[in-house]
């Protein structure tokens, strides 16, 4: 593990080969703390503790959760009956678990306490300083990811940028860009004090040529219940928004997901792939009567998209926090060039998604297991090996300029173990506006005996540059990069043969390849 993975490790609820996984002697005795070496702390998440034993002896070092057990019952001394409290203490008394259990815990606690609240060498904090708000709207502009950036004519230019010299009226549609998308989803709510919402985001930068037709509405933000929305209310809002529509130079919509229940939300999955509340026929009805329709996707999942050939434009805003209506804004317009790269892949259909690709069995289960018979195959590595094509890649994310790859090559041909090979390649930015690129190197095992992926990502390197501006980038791989986990000797191994190290702008945008061999 690297530095930042060595301090506290958050434990989930479910089994795993029958014992939960907050106290797993598989996962967190022999692999996280004996294999891995860890020694920070390990924490249920919120409720996930079910047996004092195991809790002792299985790696658990610090149990959280509301009422008595963690979970459901109450009384007046709650946190006197958690499985780590009286029941633990009864248990050390009794000599039914040894004391060296309750030793290595508090070692790392306070361990941990030593590395953070009593690190003298920490600085002053301070909160919601001019400083933080830089840094939020400074990390939106570099997470936004522009999926797609077509003309709407054949001889036209793309979309995006919005060039205020084009457009005398812009109106912006959706729930989204008036909602406060910091509210909902359970423990992921926060409370903020400034909000800069997409709405107003546009109307800071683009003034009076802004109008707004909410579109859709989803409901309050509401835990553990949906509210229904009257389909009058969501047919009236629809038709408001088209209306206006037809009379604006440029629509943009604000869409997406949301933290409602069912949505982004933790302890209730989704009910559909595709967008909800009304937002597909929202998306055909807008772009019938005007085809200069930007689509923004908030949310933190993929969606299904029917719709997206009909669309110019398509942009990945995710939930960017305070200043994200700001950062939206900033991209949308041309302020910042938009370098932001997709962290999983858009499958076409969720059955193009390894987890869903076998039946009940994988999700949602039988009620009592649920089996993951993708094996090692997930994300980008199922697309790849499976040969079923994404509708967005692992890595993808456009910008408003353009660079090309080239010269791409390794410093030897042949390593061995303790080598190193240099995997270089030159890029450069072949456009008008200065821009950033993020090179990704993929290593493939040509010819393996067991299970492997096609290629996985090993190294990145993000890259700013000037218009005509060229810069080489060097990626070391190391044996290491080369292993696999060998389950029947619990080791990491690399099979002589040969390698492709794949490089590229996405999983599937691959620009170069370069072969060396592993003696």
């Known amino acids: 593990l690297v530095g930042s993975e060595m301090c506290i490790r958050d434990s989930s609820y479910n089994k795993i080969r029958g014992q939960h996984a907050c106290h797993n002697d598989l996962m967190l005795n022999k692999i996280l703390k004996d ?7 390990v924490v249920t998440d919120w409720g996930g503790c079910h047996d004092t034993r195991e809790a002792a002896l299985n790696g658990l070092d610090l149990e959280m959760g509301s009422y008595t057990n963690g979970l459901t019952s109450e009384s007046a001394f709650t946190y006197d009956d958690y499985y780590l409290a009286d029941p633990y203490i009864d248990m050390l008394r009794k000599g039914e678990v040894p004391m060296s259990t309750l030793d ?9 306490n030593f590395r953070t609240a009593m690190n003298r060498n920490k600085p002053f904090g301070s909160i919601h300083s001019p400083e933080h708000y830089a840094v939020a709207e400074a990390i939106g502009d570099e997470a936004i990811v522009l999926l797609k950036n077509a003309p709407v004519s054949k001889k036209g230019k793309q979309l995006l940028p919005i060039d205020p010299g084009m457009y005398k009226s812009i109106l912006v549609v959706g729930d989204n860009a008036v909602r406060m998308l910091n509210e ?3 423990s992921s709510e926060l409370k903020v004090k400034d909000m800069v919402s997409p709405l107003q985001g546009m109307k800071d930068l683009y003034g009076d040529k802004v109008k707004f037709a909410q579109g859709y509405v989803a409901g309050r933000p509401m835990y553990d219940a949906v509210e229904e929305i009257p389909q009058a209310v969501t047919d009236s809002l629809r038709a408001e928004a088209v209306a206006m529509a037809k009379d604006a130079d440029l629509v943009v919509l604000f869409g997406g997901l949301n933290k409602n229940t069912n949505q ?6 989704r009910l559909e792939y595709g967008l909800p509340f009304g937002q597909p026929e929202l998306i055909k009805d807008l772009q019938a009567v005007n085809p200069n329709l930007v689509v923004v996707l908030l949310s933190g999942n993929a969606v299904e998209m029917p719709w997206e050939p009909s669309v110019p434009a398509i942009v990945q805003g995710w939930y ?3 200043m994200g209506g700001k950062s939206l804004a900033n991209v949308l317009s041309g302020r910042v060039n938009p370098s932001g790269k997709l962290p999983f892949s858009f499958p076409v259909k969720l059955e193009d998604n390894g987890a869903h690709s076998f039946g ?13 018979l993708e094996d090692i195959l997930v994300g980008y590595r199922w697309h790849d090996t499976k040969k079923i094509a994404p509708k967005y890649s692992f890595g993808h994310g456009l910008s408003y300029t353009d660079f090309t790859y ?3 090559k390794a410093d030897v041909k042949e390593i061995a173990d303790g080598g190193t090979v240099n995997i270089s390649v030159t890029i450069k930015n072949t456009g008008d506006r200065e821009g950033k690129e993020t090179l990704q190197l993929y290593i493939g095992d040509d010819k393996a005996s067991v299970l492997r992926p096609v290629k996985e990502l090993k190294a990145f390197a993000k890259i700013n540059l000037a218009p005509g501006q060229s810069e080489t980038v060097t990626f070391p791989v190391t044996v290491n990069d080369l292993k696999y986990y060998d389950e029947a000797t619990s080791s990491w191994k690399a099979e002589p ?6 490089i590229g702008s996405s999983s599937t945008d691959i620009r170069a390849k370069v072969n060396f061999t592993l003696k």
């Open 184 to 186: 909902g989803g359970g």
């Open 406 to 408: 080239s010269d791409a």
């Open 497 to 502: 043969g040969k390698f492709t190290a794949y």
């Open 360 to 372: 009940e069995i994988c999700y949602p289960g039988d009620s009592i297991n649920e089996k993951y």
């Open 104 to 112: 290595d815990k508090v070692r790392r606690l306070l361990r941990l």
């Open 264 to 269: 982004d939300c933790e302890a209730a999955d």
């Open 35 to 41: 294999d891995w070496g860890f020694d920070g702390v």
């Open 320 to 322: 960017l926090g305070t």
